[in-house]
């Protein structure tokens, strides 16, 4: 599962709507379903603001 789709269950989960989290990180909720969609990169503060609006943490594994 790739991110935009883990963030998507995410808030699905929470129970969010895109227009909602959109808001709350400033972007259109266009722009929210895009990325879901794997459509748009986001930036490293982008994705913070992600991860604090559904309450998840970024965690970075080396790969072996």
Known sequence: MGLGEQLK????????????LGEMLGIHRNNVGESELGKRGMSLE????????????????KEE
């Open 46 to 61: 982008t994705l913070t603001k992600y991860c604090k609006a559904l309450k998840l943490r970024v965690e970075l594994v």
């Open 9 to 20: 269950a995410r808030r699905v989960a929470l129970g969010m709507s895109q227009a909602k």
